[in-house]
């Protein structure tokens, strides 16, 4: 039996309740324990690491419902081409390493990695978050997961580790393709709902698959347990991946009133990605980033705001991603930051952690502060209440531990 003790914090423990100075919590092995609002712990048996955080802030690991650790470069819409799956493989672990020296203790790969990935992470092979992995995303011919350009005569791309999907047309196409991932022991199916920013052949505000194409992978997900993600920027996208069953709206930019009541009235959830609009907008040219592709960037980016306001408004449950490519993913923590522009500082950190771990079907297991749980946690520098830039800092990070693992002390 290992037992951690962490005294004199300032705990956030992201049930949705006030901070409580002065706040112990007593980790053994890889779970919570106790928590001790008071700070007293008493006596305890065998060896105690204590760690006197004097008055650092203790909360739950960040998550992240958007990430793609297999999207070791920028521009991913040409990495197959130059790449091969070796390479590709072994830069996703630095991925996944920095995810978690981040703060980020799970996260949620919304297409591209493969149960391998989460296998090599889970036996401790390699430093990185509790990973969700979706296998391959699911796109219509021409969709948004369709790397051909359109000068290429060829039949879908099909090969290669990473950001490859399948094309899959009509129901039939599809609820094979959601099968084959299921086999292959995803998590969840990540389809496409609507054109995308970095796909060659089509527009953002395109609608791509139909009801009966969606509803056919929503169907396979929920017989075995688990559920579906969109990528849908439109209104119409979105609202047709909810008429299907969706369970998980991504990015979302595009929505207005109707969408938005939609994703309410389903129970649904709205994943915006705000960060990497504002990355690509800036930096895309630097990384071979097409023309057409930074145009619709940047409609996105103008949109972003809007969309997650007519959310909020509506009262959707609103989870918190990233979907930040390559080098870029360095600025992952700037996506908190950004939500607060509409959403209160406390609303921001519940987003990052439990919304998400309700949305992931694991808030019994992560999320918050609690008895039981396992003991993902970070101590930070600062109050994220009052500044959510404290993330931004590495240097603020003092403490990071994972399923009681601890990868990160400076204290």
Known sequence: MSLTVFTNAFLIDCTGGDPVEGAAVVVEDERIKDVLPRGDVGALPGPVTTLDLKGATLMPGLTDAHVHI???????????????????????????????????????????????????????????????????????????????????????????????????????????????????????????????????????????????????????????????????????????????????????NLIREAAAKAIKDADAFLVPTMVTYEAIYREGKKYGIGDHQIAKINLAREQSLKGLEYAYKAGCQIGSGSDLLGDMAAQRTVELELKAEVMKPMEVLLSATKVNAALFKMSDKIGTVEPGKYADLIVVNGNPLKNLRVFQNQDNLRVIMKGGRTYKRTL
Not at 228 to 243: E, G, P
Request: glycine share 10%; aromatic share 8%.
């Open 70 to 252: 297999c999207a070791v470069t920028e521009n991913i819409t040409d990495q197959h081409r130059w790449y091969p799956p070796s390479y590709i493989a072994a830069r996703a672990m630095k991925r996944a390493e920095e995810c978690l020296m981040q703060g980020f203790t799970t996260a949620r790969d919304a297409g591209g990695a493969d149960y391998g990935f989460r296998m090599v992470l889970e036996e401790g092979h390699f430093i990185g978050p509790r990973l969700l992995v979706s296998g391959r995303y699911i796109s219509q011919t021409g969709g948004h997961g369709d790397k051909r350009r359109h000068s290429e005569w060829i039949e879908p791309i099909d090969c290669c580790v990473g950001m490859v999907g399948f094309i899959a047309d009509g129901p039939d196409e599809v609820r094979r393709a959601a099968r084959e991932n299921l086999r292959r022991s995803a998590n969840q199916i990540k389809i496409m709902a609507s054109g995308g920013a970095m796909s060659p052949a089509d527009e953002l505000d395109t609608t791509q698959y139909t009801v009966a194409e969606m509803r056919a992978a929503v169907e396979e997900a929920q017989a075995v347990g688990t559920y579906v993600l969109a990528h849908a920027y439109s209104d119409t996208a979105v609202r047709n991946a909810i008429t299907a069953g969706v369970r998980s709206i991504e990015h979302g």
